[in-house]
Every structure is written in structure tokens, then in C-alpha cells.
């Protein structure tokens, strides 16, 4: 149980391009889901909560109108990375907290490399 | 500003060997601690812990909580080179549903 997937696993694109990454809780309901940006050799940064039907939370100097994050469904979440620059580039992950359980776990998705030529 | 803090920072190990991770926090309203395993992709949930002194055990690995002194460890023992990997803790604080990281230990454990 506690599944969660995300798509694309990678993706490179070209300066200027904006790309969708997907997240979805497969055998579980997802009320709260999560994105991080992870650097090389760095531990996870939280960009934003995301609840299901609502608008996300942003951390202090994540820019909202370049990461929109849009959680339409119980199961989906969706992180658009909008007009993609190079250093834009990083390893993003998103997790899910399981709404029907009174608990902080949150379950990972397997990461989405994006690289920004 | 709620920190955690891992120790240490990365530890290289013969396979055989027991290693104890250790994992402080400071916060404003600790709910819960977390730990997670990471090797080449994302964080998969090892243990959670709320009550102190209450040992959580999986095969060879175990995690205990001491809210008293706002810290857990993580012990493995008999290591083996599949526990190579970084191992992240988390914090869980009242008020927001997040977590906080701390930054990982990276454990190597040599054949």
C-alpha cells in the first residue's frame, strides 16, 4: 500500500519551455500533497503544500508564478515549472499523506529529474 | 526557526558492522519524528516515532525517541552493502502539515 507515482521520471527541455510534472497517490487518498526540490548532495527543500481543492501553500521564496501547483483530484497533483531556465534544473519529488489516517508520514514518489538546457 | 540536525554527516562502514545515526531537533511543537532512506531516488518511510523510549523495530534496524532531550537515534546492525544510502530524518510540527528535514547522514557500508 502507500503507492505514489509521479511522471515524467525525466525530462529536458529547452530554456523558456514550461513542463508538467505529475503526482499521484495510486491505492490511497491524498488530501495533502507535497513538492520538494532536492540539489545534488543537499536534503529535500520544501517548495509547497498542496490541498485538494484549494490553493497550495508556498515556502518563503518560492515563486508562485513559476511553480504553479494545481491538486484538481483526491489522487493528482500537478507541479508546472513555467518559462524553464537552466537553473531551474534539479531533481523535484512530490509525497502524500494519507487523508484517511491521523499521521505525518508522508509517502514519496520516485522523482522527476528535469534538466533546463 | 525549527531545525534538525544528523549525525553525522556521512560514515563509511565494513559490512558486519552496527552503526547508530543520530538525529537532534529544536521546534516549536513537535508532533512526530520520522525516518527515511534514500539511495539513488526518493525517500522511502523507515519508522515514525511520537512516544518516547518506545523502541521501533524492523529486521535489523531499530529507532527510539527521547523527547526529553529532543533527540532520536537510528541503529542498524550486522550491516549489509543493500543499507548504503543517505538516511533523513524528519520532524513533524504542530501548526502546518509539513516536515522538517534534517540535512542526512550518508552511510557507505564497504564489502
Known amino acids: 500500500g502507500a503507492v505514489v507515482s509521479q511522471h515524467p521520471s525525466w525530462v529536458i527541455c529547452k530554456s523558456g519551455t514550461s513542463v508538467k510534472i505529475e503526482c499521484r497517490s495510486l491505492?490511497?487518498?491524498?488530501?495533502?500533497m507535497f513538492w520538494y526540490r532536492q540539489f545534488p548532495k543537499q536534503s529535500l527543500m520544501l517548495m509547497a503544500t498542496?490541498?485538494?481543492?484549494?490553493?497550495?501553500?508556498?515556502e518563503q521564496g518560492v515563486e508562485k508564478d513559476k511553480f504553479l501547483i494545481n491538486h484538481a483530484s483526491l489522487t493528482l497533483s500537478t507541479l508546472t515549472v513555467t518559462s524553464a531556465h537552466p537553473e531551474d534544473s534539479s531533481f523535484y519529488i512530490c509525497?502524500?499523506?494519507?487523508?484517511?489516517?491521523?499521521?505525518?508520514?508522508?509517502?514519496f514518489g520516485p522523482g522527476t529529474r528535469l534538466t533546463v538546457l | 526557526e525549527d531545525k534538525v540536525v544528523q549525525s553525522p554527516l556521512s560514515l563509511v562502514v565494513h559490512e558486519g558492522d552496527t552503526v547508530t545515526l543520530n538525529c537532534s531537533y529544536e521546534v516549536t511543537n513537535f508532533r512526530s519524528l520520522l525516518w527515511y532512506k534514500q539511495e539513488k531516488k526518493a525517500p522511502t518511510f523507515l519508522f515514525m516515532l511520537t512516544s518516547s523510549g518506545i523502541e521501533k523495530k524492523s529486521g535489523r534496524l531499530s529507532s527510539i525517541l527521547d523527547k526529553k532531550e529532543l533527540f532520536s537515534i537510528l541503529n542498524i546492525t550486522a550491516t549489509q552493502t543493500g543499507d548504503s544510502a543517505v538516511y533523513l530524518c524528519a520532524v513533524g510540527v504542530g501548526g502546518s502539515e509539513k516536515l522538517v528535514f534534517g540535512k542526512g547522514t550518508k552511510l557507505t557500508v564497504n564489502p
Open positions: 498542496s490541498n485538494e481543492g484549494s490553493k497550495a501553500t508556498y
Open positions: 509525497s502524500a499523506r494519507d487523508g484517511g489516517l491521523p499521521t505525518d508520514t508522508q509517502y
Open positions: 491505492d490511497f487518498q491524498a488530501t495533502t
